[in-house]
């Protein structure tokens, strides 16, 4: 891990956060959408539990997707390290830390759900304090962009605009199904803007002495 951060540039980490993103969200839809549903993001817990009793297999190649997805989160979090280090070090490390924290939750739910340590529910639990994390990273992210002088404040805002809209995962706001959809996608939207961005503009990014 050292070495990859020492060794990276920023156009190089830039490169990594979009790729890392665009695969990650082709696996959690293969996963999430075609293997197990609800096993990705919070929902009905019910469905999750009737999904794994009826086809152990399935269930483990979803572990093994989700695993992977998890890795490359970790990979995410570092490579935004180097990129955002040029605006604050202290805030590329609070998004780092975050996004590596949101995985690590979740890495432990998973493996005491397989292992059979916490049934489904107790998963479930562990996935929210997961997506508490995860939300509070959108966040420091988002405010971490609009503070640079080197990415759009435009994307900033819509990062931190959509770290809201994980409250839904929180509190039954009992919405249309229609206005759900509109959340989830102001979430994927945010962050596959910002990569889009890092990849195309990535050699514009220098290295530069990190603001405190």
Same mark, same amino acid.
């Given at each position: 891990? +050292? +070495? ?13 956060? /979009?790729?890392?993103? @665009? ?51 970790? @990979? ?15 805030? *590329? ?13 979740? %890495? ?9 340590? =916490?049934?489904?529910? /107790?998963? *479930?639990? =562990? +996935?929210?304090? /997961? ?13 971490? %962009?609009?503070?640079?002088?080197? @990415? ?28 759900? %959809?509109? =959340?989830?996608?102001?979430?994927? @939207? ?18 530069? =002495?990190?603001?405190?």
């Amino acid at each position: 891990m +050292k +070495k990859f951060i020492i060794d990276s540039s920023p156009s190089k980490a830039a490169m990594v956060v /979009g790729i890392a993103f @665009i695969t990650s969200v082709f696996i959690v839809t293969l996963v999430d959408d075609f293997l197990l549903a609800n096993f990705i993001v919070p929902g009905d817990t019910a469905i999750l539990a009737s999904d794994i009793e009826a086809d152990a297999r399935r269930f483990g190649f979803a572990v093994a997707g989700y695993l992977l997805v998890l890795a490359l989160d970790s @990979i995410i979090g570092l490579a935004l390290y180097i990129v955002l280090i040029p605006a604050s070090n202290n805030l *590329a490390l609070l998004t780092a830390a975050l996004r590596l924290l949101y995985a690590f939750t979740l %890495v432990i739910g998973l493996f005491a759900l397989v292992f059979q340590i =916490i049934d489904v529910y /107790g998963y *479930a639990s =562990i +996935k929210l304090i /997961g997506y508490l994390f995860f939300g509070l990273h959108i966040l420091v992210l988002g405010y971490s %962009v609009f503070k640079s002088r080197y @990415i759009p404040k435009s994307l900033g805002v819509l990062l931190m605009f959509a770290s809201f809209t994980y409250l839904t995962f929180f509190v039954d706001f009992q919405l249309p199904e229609a206005l759900q %959809v509109m =959340i989830m996608l102001t979430m994927l @939207i945010a962050e596959l803007s910002l990569s889009i961005w890092l990849i195309v503009n990535r050699n514009r990014l220098t290295v530069s =002495i990190p603001n405190k």
